[in-house]
Structure formats: C-alpha cells, structure tokens
C-alpha cells in the first residue's frame, strides 16, 4: 500500500532529543507505504510506563541506551487506519478493518532460536524496542507518544472488546501483561496461600489485584507512596506495609515474618526494581516458596542472600515483559474484573503531546502512577 492510497505522510510526535531535557513536540514523517503484515493505526491513548521515564531521565544510560531521536510509549491502543491486505486477521484470528480499535506486541522474527526452538518469543533476537527505533529513519514512529503509529510487520495484533476503555487496553501493552507473566512464571497465584507484592507503581498494584482475584489467601502490598497503597488496599490487599513508614528493610522483612506468623510467604513477587528488592523479598519468602524478579533494578542489584535461597529451597525465577499470550489473557483478565476493580483508580487525567514531558516527569518522580497522553488533545 502507497502514500496514493490515502495514508498519511506526516505524524505530530513528542520526541525525544536528550536525556532529562524536555520532549520536542514535532512532525515526523511517515512511511510511504505499508510492508505486507504492517498496519496504520492513528492512537487513542498511550500510557507511560516506569521504563518509560528511567530511559528518559538517563538512570539506565550505559545499561540500557535509547537511539535518539526517539519517540516513547510502548503501552498504546488505536484505530486502524490502514491496513496491508497481505493480513488482515489478529493473533486470535478476527478479521481487522479500518477502524477497528487494536493493541499489538512488540514486533518478532518468528525465525530466530527464541521464537522457534524455545517458542518464547519475549527472548526474540530482533524484538523491535521502541527505544532502539530512531524517529529520524524508516519506519519512524513505533512509540506511542504520536498521533500515528506504524505497526510493524511481525508485531503480533488483537482487536479490543468494547467493554475495555482506551486507558486500560493501552496498560496492558506492557504493566498488565509483565504483571501476569510474572505470576505465570511463578507457577500461578497459590491458592490460599500468602502472596506479598514487592512495589506499589502500575505493575504491583495491577498485581495485588491478580494475586486477590486468583484465590490468594493473603495479599501483602509492600511500596509508597500513600495515594498507591489506598488503591492498592481498594484493590485487595490485606495489608499494605509503607517504605516511607518503614524505611529499613530488616524492619519490612520482620514485619512481613510477624504478619505471616513468622513463616513467610509462598510467593513474593519483585515489582519494585529496587537495588535492595531482592535481597528483602528472598529473606520474605517462605520454605519452599517462590520468587520471582520482574523489575529492572539496573547494574547495581543487591546480591541475593543464596544461603536463604538454599535453605529454603526456594524456586528463584527470573521474567521479563510478555508475549502475545500475556497479553490477550491481560486484556481479558481486565474486562472480566472490571466490576470488582475500579481500574480508572490507575490512571491520570489525561494530557495532549504537550503535557507528555510533565507526565514523564512526574512518572520518573513517583508522584503519578500512570500518566495518560491522548496526542488528540493537542
Ligand atoms: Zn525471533
Ligand atoms: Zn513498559
């Protein structure tokens, strides 16, 4: 499909020129035409995610570069406004036409050893970051913070349910489904059993309510600030223990042991990424318990305490973002709960491009929880 078909040529964008500088609020081309499997989708909201703001505000530089210039957002929905008829269906099958709202995956190969032999394609060899997309060569616009995004080939799609609104749908691109891989790696929500949440950002509090709506016995939330443990408790945590109320993580370790009658918990899960987090949720979990690490703590990690791993026998896993799998179990997990839950406690008011660098912002302080920018506000 050609520019003649109707597609656009240009997308007003916040890009990205330097690290903790404001993002540049400019048009960008668009490819000219659609490579087979590609789509056009014109973006309905795009939600920022803590990685969002650490490859922004430069703490993951040297660990984690960004290509600059560059436009962020991998958490996105939208409405389809071209597609290449070489496929036209979604990763369940469903026909998808203009117009149709969607999310996708990160792009994948479909050929290399991770995505074939291992069948994970989360460890893809040529998995298509956003952050490694220059906005200045083809295809231009993979990040969400633009009024149109380029679908790439191999990115994997699904059409949203109606019941689904934009803010959640564009979550689950990225906090909702790393949450729930995180579970599934963990061997799933023990029934019954303790359940302690380490971090109270989108990813914990998405989290606390899997671990509640999946039959844990108790849900213990452990992060900060105040405004994301009261939608943590809203969301089914039994007990919430503040960082800020107790800074010393011995202090948070003991509170957890008395608050588990000293035996720990089954499964405990690293939300946080904080370079004490490991060491703290290994001494919180129980004898042949489980942990699983999730955030991105950068190179400076706390070692894990291996002789509480032995001891206890504990079950040590790592898990990084979601497939295509998490993904579309995550949207549902959403619609089927979003009765129970008010997932809107989640979310910003949202803001037009102009707003992204306040969000990005405040996201990097800790002072929102999930920023939301619809580029067609301007
Ligand atoms: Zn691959
Ligand atoms: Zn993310």
Known sequence: MSA?????????????????????????????????????????????????????????????????????????????????????????????????????????????????VLGESVMCERRGMGFMQ?????????GGLSEYVYVAPGAQRL????????TWAAAAGCAVKTMLRGFRNGGGVPTGGTVVIQGAGPLGLF????????????????GGPEPRLE???????????????IPDPDARIAEVLRLTNGLGADLVLDFA???????????????????????????????????????????????MNGDIGDLAASLEFLRRHRERFDWDLMFEPAV???????????MAELTAIKPVIRPGLG
């Open 4 to 116: 003649g078909a109707g597609l656009p040529a240009k997308s007003l964008a916040a890009v990205m020129h330097a690290y903790a500088q404001p993002l540049t609020v400019q048009e960008v081309p668009l490819p000219t035409e659609l490579e087979p499997g590609a789509a056009l989708v014109k973006i309905n909201c795009t939600t920022l995610c803590g990685t969002d703001a650490h490859l922004w505000d430069g703490r993951l530089s040297g660990f984690l570069d960004v290509a600059m210039p560059m436009i962020h957002g991998h958490e996105m929905v939208g409405e389809v406004v071209a597609i290449h008829p070489f496929e036209t269906r979604d990763a369940v099958g469903r026909e998808i036409g203009v117009g149709d709202r969607i999310v996708w995956s990160e792009a994948v190969c479909g050929h290399c050893y991770a995505c074939t």
């Open 134 to 142: 220059r906005a200045d060569v083809s295809p231009y616009v993979i």
């Open 159 to 166: 059409v949203v349910a109606d019941e689904v609104a934009d």
């Open 207 to 222: 989290g606390t309510a899997y671990a509640r709506a999946g039959g844990a016995g108790t849900v213990i939330t452990v």
């Open 231 to 245: 939608v943590a408790r809203a969301w089914g945590a039994d007990v919430t223990v503040s960082v800020d109320e």
């Open 273 to 319: 990424g904080a370079p004490s987090a490991n060491r703290e949720g290994v001494m919180m979990a129980a004898r042949k318990g489980a942990y699983v690490i999730v955030g991105i703590a950068g190179p400076h990690a706390d070692p894990l305490p291996m002789p509480a791993v032995m001891g206890k026998e504990l079950r040590v896993c790592g898990s």
């Open 352 to 362: 037009g491009l102009s707003g992204a660098t306040d969000a990005i912002a405040a």
